[in-house]
């Protein structure tokens, strides 16, 4: 048994299945999403083509609205996941540079960083953590920035961590980038 109403934005009859009685439906006049009622409505069921006329002249069956379903916020988890990976990262670098930097005598002395840098450079482990730290910070900044749009509902305090740690991570990166250009350029 349709169910038989009026789109109350347009005011055009509308007939859908029973089915979707009281749910969120698309109208195929206005396109408009509308709240089907329960039951036919008696005024819209008068101007509805009569039982006797063939059905293909009733007019189009509403279809049920995509947009009463909230997207899962995926992009906020990954974010975060990716920001936990920068963190780590980073953290084995840390490590790895003090651990290199206690057996370098005279640290403090700008000969004992360059051998530092050096050291850090010639090191097996540093490229491939960079590049991971490179590629886990920026796809979390994005995926962060994603999770925290309106389409996407729950989750966003995973976001905004994500988006906190990745963007403090990115900045520190540039800062150290603008002091080794400054340094380089100082110096040579
Ligand atoms: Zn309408």
Redesign the pocket.
Known sequence: MPIQFR?P??R?PIEIDDAFGGQAVG?P??Q?V?TAPTASEPEAAAFMPSAAAPPSTSVELGYPAAVSQPRPNWPASAGLVAAGVVVVAVGILFVLSASLASRIKGIETSEGQSELIKQLQSHPAVLPLSIVTLIADLSGLVLSIIGLRPGYQGRKWQAAIGLTICGLLIIVQCLGVVQGLSRQAVGG
């Open positions: 789109c934005s347009c055009q109208c006049f206005c408009k509308v």
